[in-house]
């Protein structure tokens, strides 16, 4: 399955949007974009997902690049509960989309 | 509906010993999963069951055996564990519907001294 490149983390204030950034150059058309969000000491919850449309969910919107090799993930007002590692992953439903590779992800921090 | 349930929450173990993770899912879900977590590190998978009777290998499956009990139930084995195994260890489980969303439980925390 492919790789993704996000940041190592970033910094917003409460009440802000948030742009969370991911490069996913190597995708491949039967690819979905996934992201999850990982709360500290808790296991990683699903947040969007999406193909090649832009989404939107009671949690967050998915803006997904013309070319599928880069999306951004967008928190329209961060609070401080949304303080977590976010994780950008593909998942080739092809194949079953079981080995998705989680990297290090982007952890981001919410200043009150 | 309880989602992905794990036990135990916490365990220590010596170097040799051998202990079993137990997952169990609700959602009636084909599909389970079990990854670790180092500190400061992302998910590796271990092992998968895509459905009820099929294990496979996932990145990092020296060391550990599982068995798809049933399609609840899915559990990870350390047979003679080492301190390279101490980890957060996560159970997830997933269908085949559209997204493939994983769903994860609350984590096993094992120390091997």
């Known amino acids: 399955d492919a790789k993704t490149t996000q940041p190592n983390s970033m910094e917003s204030n409460e009440e802000e949007p948030v742009h969370l950034p991911c490069n996913h150059s190597?995708?491949?058309?039967?690819?979905?974009i996934h992201w999850y969000r990982q709360l500290p000491s808790q296991g990683p919850e699903y947040v969007i997902h999406?193909?090649?449309s832009n989404v939107n969910n009671r949690m967050a919107s998915l803006a997904i690049a013309e070319d599928r090799k880069s999306s951004t993930l967008i928190l329209h007002r961060a609070t401080l509960r949304d303080a977590a590692v976010y994780y950008c992953?593909?998942?080739?439903?092809?194949?079953?989309?079981?080995?998705?590779?989680f990297g290090a992800g982007t952890r981001l921090f919410v200043k009150a | 509906n309880a989602g992905v349930t794990q036990t135990p929450k916490f365990q220590v173990l010596k170097t040799g010993q051998s202990m079993t993770l137990q997952c169990a899912q609700d959602m009636n879900h084909n599909s389970m999963y079990w990854y670790r977590q180092d500190p400061g590190m992302g998910l590796r998978l271990i092992y998968y069951s895509a459905s009820e009777g099929t294990t496979d290998k996932g990145e990092v499956p020296n060391g550990y055996n599982v068995s798809r009990l049933n399609k609840r139930e899915f559990s990870l084995r350390l047979e003679s564990a080492a301190p390279s195994q101490t980890s957060v260890y996560f159970c997830a489980s997933s269908d085949q519907g559209q997204g493939y969303e994983q769903y994860f439980g609350p984590g096993t925390r094992l120390t091997v001294t």
């Open positions: 190597t995708i491949s058309g039967t690819d979905y």
């Open positions: 992953i593909l998942r080739d439903l092809n194949t079953g989309g079981f080995k998705t590779i």
């Open positions: 999406g193909l090649t």
